[in-house]
Every structure is written in structure tokens, then in C-alpha cells.
């Protein structure tokens, strides 16, 4: 079992009693010091992640930025320190607008997405000088113009491309909600090309999430090209995250020899590449911490958490696996259980058939790989409050998230 620390953030290890040690801080003293269930953050090994993809990417085409999908964890202080390493900020609403410019990016860096973008956020992207907006369909344009301000705008295209991943998290084949086929996108992009206000930058596009093989990625890059000549491509993200021992992600290095390689292949040496790393950015990057609050055999053994489905939704929604083990004890005789949360739900199911040695009621549980999307979907199921965020870096832990208080949960009635 002490393979299981190989998925925990880089540089964890364990104390000389056993303890997981993240960020240098002790799972027990983090608990202590923070409750239960938190979401730890170590805070290098994020940095590292995102200076290796500006520097992989740069390494291959100078004229090039990445910006960080920040749906996969807006937390402010996750997206202030891709601000701080460099990278611009990916947004999918107005709560990622927000929580960008409070993460102090330079608008300019920010890019704009979605399918359904409201008025209120067309506004406050134009507004606050957001540098892109990627045009998902006509009615996209029309907010634009009806702002009376100029913005630089991209289409994204779908590239008929059907990736290995689960169908929740798939854009890029056709029939996606997202972008416009390739004969739809020429004809809005003569559109835009004749507008006074709008001015066409360059095209957008997406295969996924959750990719653990490069092909999709490369091939994605003709489709777009056949649209012609333009100043920018944003090349999207969607590179997978290790989970768990099945999990065998390309590196960073052999996703963008494709991406890049298809890129030199197809699309102007002049042009200004951008990619958006999200999953694979943050996923590893945390862990959380849970008490054990019951242990039932039966049947099944069903060990029974302080948390579940409301600080982690990535089970339920598609399926996806995790692992665990026991704090102090991830070595040693093991029984397989299953990990369930405290909601009254029978989908409340954090990792299903997993080895944990001797879990007892009071026992700390560590999962790894919670950085991805467990924050982004955390919710108030059963009046669950949501969870803190706590960075580790050195062996000093500081709070960037509070925990929600049970004033907070009744704020909003009136």
C-alpha cells in the first residue's frame, strides 16, 4: 500500500510514524487545525505544474500562451498563483470573471467560453477589457454587437473528433453542444469579418477531458486549419489526470510534441498558439482529508466518511475512480470496503472496493487526486457545508477557502 503515496501530491511523503505528509504538513495536524473533511493543496507541487507547461509549451512555439482552465478549481488563490507563474485564466462565467480579476490577471490574458453566455456576462467581459471571447454561435455575436464596444473575438469550431473518454465530458465529435461545425463557423465567421465592432482573431477548439492518449489532440488541429489563415489558435486542453493505479496519462512533454507537431504541420508559423490545462493541472496538486465516522459489515463493508457527494460530485456524475487509505496505516493487512459518504443518497459512493487497513470510527482517510472539479461541483446536499481549502507549502498551512458556516447556508433566504 505504500504505493498508494506515488498518487499524492509530488513531494509527500510519510512521517516516521506513518503519517501522510503533504506540503510538508501532517495529515493529523492539518485535521486538527482545519476540521474535517478539507481539501489540502500543495502549493509547490501546483506551481511546478504550471511552469512546466509554460516552459514545455515555449520550448516548441515561442509565440504562445497557456491559460489555465480555472472550471477545474476557481478557487481565487488556485488562480492567483497561475497569474503569478505566468499563465493567463480560461472562464466559463461570471463568477470566473470575478474571481479572476480579484486573482489580479491582466484582462487581456483572460479568455472567455461558453455555449450560453447570459448578458450580464457578455457584459461584464466587455466591460472589464476581457482579452478573448470565444464565439460559440450566432446569438454570441449578436450580444456582442448590441454592447456597442469592440472585442476581439474566436469561433470554436467541432473538429468531428471522438475521444476516449466518457460521453459528460466529450465536445470535440459531432453533435456537441459546443462550437459550430466547420460549414456553420465559415458562414459566422464572414459575419464577424464584416462587423464594425467585432474583429476576428483566430479559431477555438476542444476534443474533451480526461484524455489519456495524444492522437485526439493532433488530430483536431487539421479541421480548424481548412478554415484558413488567422492570427490565433487556441488548441483547447482536456490532457487526463492519474487517479489511480490504472490511470496512464501522457507527459506534459508527449502531449504537446503531438499537439505542436500537428500545429507546424497545419497552421501558420506566424500564428499565436494558446492551450488551456485544467484537469491535468490541478488533479494531483490535492488531497482530502476525511474522518471515518462508522464501519458496517455486512455484506459489504461499508466504511462511512464526514463527507461524500457534496465536496466530491466526480463519482456520481461520471463514474470516475479513486483511491484511499488510511492515515498511519497505509501499509499492513488490508480488507476491501467501500468508501461511501454521510448523504442520503445510494449513489454517495466515494471509492467503491478499495484495500484499507483496519479503518476504525475516528480514523483519518486520505483520497488523492482531488483537485480537479471536486471544489468547482461542491454542494449543499442534505445542508452540507461546503469544505475548506488549506494551501501546504514548507510545513506551513494557511486557509485561502473558509468553511461555510450554517449562517452562511441560511444568507440567502429572504
Same mark, same amino acid.
Given at each position: 500500500?505504500?504505493?498508494?503515496?506515488?498518487?499524492?501530491? !509530488?513531494?509527500?511523503?510519510? &512521517?516516521?510514524?506513518?503519517?501522510?505528509?503533504?506540503?510538508?504538513?501532517?495529515?493529523?495536524?492539518?485535521?486538527?487545525?482545519?476540521?474535517?473533511?478539507?481539501?489540502?493543496?500543495?502549493?509547490?507541487?501546483?506551481?511546478?505544474?504550471?511552469?512546466? $507547461?509554460? @516552459?514545455?509549451?515555449?520550448?516548441?512555439?515561442?509565440?504562445?500562451?497557456?491559460?489555465?482552465?480555472?472550471?477545474?478549481?476557481?478557487?481565487? %488563490?488556485?488562480?492567483?498563483?497561475?497569474?503569478?507563474?505566468?499563465?493567463?485564466?480560461?472562464?466559463?462565467?461570471?463568477?470566473?470573471?470575478?474571481? /479572476?480579476?480579484?486573482?489580479?490577471? @491582466?484582462?487581456?490574458?483572460?479568455?472567455?467560453?461558453?455555449? /450560453?453566455?447570459? &448578458?450580464?456576462? +457578455?457584459?461584464?467581459?466587455?466591460?472589464?477589457? +476581457?482579452?478573448?471571447?470565444?464565439?460559440?454561435? /450566432?446569438?454570441?455575436?449578436?450580444?456582442?454587437?448590441?454592447?456597442?464596444?469592440?472585442?476581439?473575438?474566436?469561433?470554436?469550431?467541432?473538429?468531428?473528433?471522438?475521444?476516449?473518454?466518457?460521453?459528460?465530458?466529450?465536445?470535440?465529435?459531432?453533435?456537441?453542444?459546443? #462550437?459550430?461545425?466547420?460549414?456553420?463557423?465559415?458562414?459566422? +465567421?464572414?459575419?464577424?469579418? =464584416?462587423?464594425?465592432?467585432?474583429?476576428?482573431?483566430?479559431?477555438?477548439? =476542444?476534443?474533451?477531458?480526461?484524455?489519456?492518449?495524444?492522437?485526439?489532440?493532433?488530430?483536431?488541429?487539421?479541421?480548424? %486549419?481548412?478554415?484558413?489563415?488567422?492570427?490565433?489558435? @487556441?488548441?483547447?486542453?482536456?490532457?487526463?489526470?492519474?487517479?489511480?493505479?490504472?490511470?496512464?496519462?501522457?507527459?506534459? %512533454?508527449? $502531449?504537446?510534441?503531438?499537439?505542436?507537431?500537428?500545429?507546424?504541420?497545419?497552421?501558420? *508559423?506566424?500564428?499565436?498558439?494558446?492551450?488551456?490545462?485544467?484537469?491535468?493541472?490541478?488533479?494531483?496538486?490535492?488531497?482530502?482529508?476525511?474522518?471515518?465516522?462508522?464501519?458496517?459489515?455486512?455484506?459489504?463493508?461499508?466504511?462511512?466518511? &464526514?463527507? #461524500?457527494?457534496?465536496?466530491?460530485?466526480?463519482?456520481?456524475?461520471?463514474?470516475?475512480?479513486?483511491? !484511499? #487509505? +488510511?492515515? #498511519?496505516?497505509?501499509?499492513?493487512?488490508?480488507?476491501?470496503?467501500?468508501?461511501?459518504?454521510? =448523504?442520503?443518497?445510494?449513489?454517495?459512493?466515494?471509492?467503491?472496493?478499495?484495500?484499507? *487497513?483496519?479503518?476504525?470510527?475516528?480514523?483519518?482517510? !486520505?483520497?488523492?487526486?482531488?483537485?480537479?472539479?471536486? $471544489?468547482?461541483?461542491?454542494?449543499?446536499?442534505?445542508?452540507?457545508?461546503?469544505?475548506?481549502?488549506?494551501?501546504?507549502?514548507?510545513?506551513?498551512?494557511?486557509?485561502?477557502?473558509?468553511?461555510?458556516?450554517?449562517?452562511?447556508?441560511?444568507?440567502?433566504?429572504?
Amino acid at each position: 500500500m505504500s504505493d498508494l503515496l506515488s498518487l499524492f501530491p !509530488a513531494g509527500s511523503r510519510l &512521517d516516521a510514524d506513518g503519517t501522510l505528509v503533504v506540503g510538508g504538513c501532517r495529515a493529523d495536524d492539518l485535521a486538527t487545525d482545519f476540521g474535517t473533511p478539507v481539501l489540502v493543496v500543495a502549493e509547490e507541487a501546483l506551481r511546478a505544474r504550471a511552469r512546466e $507547461y509554460r @516552459d514545455e509549451l515555449t520550448a516548441r512555439w515561442p509565440n504562445s500562451r497557456v491559460v489555465f482552465a480555472s472550471k477545474a478549481f476557481p478557487c481565487t %488563490a488556485v488562480q492567483r498563483v497561475m497569474v503569478e507563474e505566468g499563465l493567463g485564466l480560461d472562464v466559463a462565467g461570471g463568477g470566473e470573471i470575478l474571481t /479572476a480579476l480579484k486573482a489580479g490577471v @491582466d484582462p487581456a490574458l483572460i479568455v472567455l467560453h461558453g455555449n /450560453a453566455k447570459s &448578458d450580464e456576462e +457578455i457584459a461584464l467581459a466587455v466591460e472589464h477589457g +476581457i482579452g478573448l471571447v470565444v464565439v460559440d454561435n /450566432a446569438d454570441d455575436v449578436d450580444r456582442l454587437e448590441a454592447t456597442g464596444r469592440s472585442q476581439d473575438v474566436l469561433v470554436r469550431i467541432i473538429p468531428g473528433v471522438t475521444a476516449d473518454t466518457h460521453s459528460h465530458v466529450l465536445t470535440g465529435h459531432e453533435g456537441s453542444k459546443f #462550437g459550430l461545425a466547420p460549414a456553420d463557423a465559415a458562414r459566422l +465567421i464572414q459575419r464577424i469579418e =464584416h462587423s464594425p465592432r467585432l474583429q476576428m482573431r483566430g479559431l477555438h477548439v =476542444h476534443v474533451g477531458s480526461q484524455i489519456l492518449d495524444v492522437e485526439p489532440f493532433a488530430e483536431s488541429v487539421a479541421p480548424v %486549419a481548412r478554415l484558413g489563415e488567422f492570427e490565433v489558435y @487556441d488548441l483547447g486542453g482536456g490532457l487526463g489526470a492519474r487517479y489511480t493505479w490504472a490511470d496512464e496519462p501522457p507527459t506534459v %512533454a508527449a $502531449y504537446l510534441d503531438a499537439l505542436i507537431g500537428a500545429a507546424k504541420q497545419h497552421l501558420p *508559423a506566424a500564428a499565436q498558439l494558446i492551450i488551456e490545462p485544467g484537469r491535468s493541472m490541478v488533479c494531483t496538486a490535492a488531497t482530502t482529508i476525511y474522518r471515518v465516522t462508522t464501519v458496517k459489515r455486512g455484506v459489504i463493508t461499508f466504511v462511512a466518511v &464526514d463527507g #461524500g457527494m457534496g465536496d466530491n460530485l466526480e463519482v456520481a456524475l461520471f463514474g470516475q475512480r479513486f483511491e !484511499a #487509505g +488510511i492515515v #498511519g496505516r497505509f501499509d499492513g493487512p488490508a480488507e476491501t470496503v467501500t468508501v461511501v459518504g454521510r =448523504h442520503c443518497e445510494s449513489g454517495d459512493v466515494l471509492v467503491d472496493g478499495v484495500p484499507l *487497513a483496519d479503518p476504525r470510527v475516528g480514523d483519518l482517510l !486520505a483520497v488523492p487526486a482531488t483537485g480537479a472539479y471536486c $471544489y468547482t461541483m461542491a454542494n449543499n446536499y442534505n445542508g452540507n457545508r461546503r469544505i475548506p481549502v488549506v494551501f501546504a507549502d514548507q510545513g506551513a498551512a494557511r486557509l485561502v477557502v473558509r468553511r461555510e458556516t450554517w449562517d452562511d447556508l441560511m444568507a440567502r433566504d429572504v
